[in-house]
């Protein structure tokens, strides 16, 4: 994608659905509707004021629905280019904000968009697979009068990959060359709504534009972000004590058992030391239901290399537990 007097690393493009073809429903809502083609396009670059003149490319096209599909999630369709700047500032994609934050895409997302190459190669368009339904009543009552345009927000211009992140609705173009608009303010309705949706009441909405919202929105994700992460460490260090304390309760009552089975005669305090020491509480558990006595109780222990009691392996003391036999028949 060749572009002349660009400088920026994205490029909110403005379109005319007036100019641009449409496929509209019964109602006149948009189904679909092309998004770039190839060829000459000027653009407004709406991070510097400037014109931009682009040459889109057949692989140009192809790549803006290789990334889409490669991203794996719809694009989210909002209002005057909120999402962009809110996922610009907080260095994530707009679809990835939106997952993240149920409520705020509940309230600034209008739609979910899928891109697809059309007429040989030559048209990107975007088929809505969701619309709102206040966006879907907002477009069939206006025709192309309240949102009748359309504007993509280009990334990876400088280093690729190409990709459109989110598709934003406008009501105020600007027109210069071809297919050109700037964007504007929310309406009023859609602005209240925003607004409740950061703790804000009317009065504090009055005569803002989405912009003017976007540092409390930024704010807002950043707190709850952080109380997500505190929740996550306050988990990892509930989990550790956790386990800690089981260890300990294990630990405990392995020696109980050890006690009691070298008080019972069963084991020597060699054996505890070279084997059983090492066993695991429930390997222990079940030879100790089943071991025979060693010693005599309260009795003195006297061992040597030729007197030595032959001790099961652990294998074979499972096994007897689990069959309720005396581990000696089966060493």
């Not at 211009?157 to 105020?172: C, F, M, Q, V, Y």
Request: net charge negative; hydrophobic share 45%; with cysteine.
């Amino acid at each position: 994608m060749k572009l002349s007097n660009f400088l920026g690393a994205f490029l909110m493009a403005s379109m005319s659905a007036v100019q641009a073809a449409v496929e509209r429903d019964a109602r006149g809502v948009p189904t679909a509707f092309r998004v770039v083609k190839t060829g000459k396009t000027i653009f407004d670059d709406l991070g510097t004021g400037k014109q931009v003149e682009a040459e889109i490319t057949v692989e140009d096209v192809a790549e803006f629905e290789a990334s889409f599909k490669a991203g794996g999630r719809l694009i989210p369709m909002d209002a005057e280019h909120f999402l962009a700047h809110l996922a610009t500032q907080l260095g994530k994609a707009e679809g990835e904000l939106v997952e993240e934050n149920k409520l705020l895409g509940e309230m600034a997302c209008a739609g979910l968009l899928s891109l697809e190459v059309r007429n040989g190669g030559t048209e990107l368009w975007a088929k809505v697979e969701k619309l709102a339904g206040r966006a879907s009543d907002l477009l069939a009552a206006s025709g192309d009068k309240l949102y009748g345009y359309f504007s993509p927000m280009f990334r990876g211009l400088k280093e690729g990959p190409l990709r459109i992140t989110s598709i934003a609705l406008t009501n105020t173009p600007a027109t210069r060359g071809l297919d050109v608009l700037a964007a504007s303010a929310l309406p009023a309705d859609q602005l209240k709504t925003l607004g409740a949706a950061l703790g804000l009441d009317e009065a504090a909405c009055s005569g803002k534009s989405a912009a003017d919202l976007l540092p409390i929105a930024v704010a807002k994700v950043t707190g709850l972000s952080k109380a997500l992460a505190d929740l996550t460490t306050k988990a990892n260090a509930d989990a550790a004590a956790l386990t800690a304390l089981r260890t300990a309760q294990d630990t405990a009552a392995k020696k109980a058992l050890l006690d009691q089975a070298e008080a019972e005669g069963k084991l020597t305090p060699a054996l505890r030391k070279d084997w059983a020491e090492g066993q695991d509480l429930m390997a222990l558990s079940a030879w100790v239901k089943h071991a025979p006595k060693v010693v005599p109780v309260g009795g003195q222990t006297t061992e040597t290399k030729t007197t030595q009691t032959k001790v099961p392996s652990a294998e074979v003391l499972e096994v007897a537990g689990a069959m309720g036999i005396d581990p000696a028949k089966l060493a």
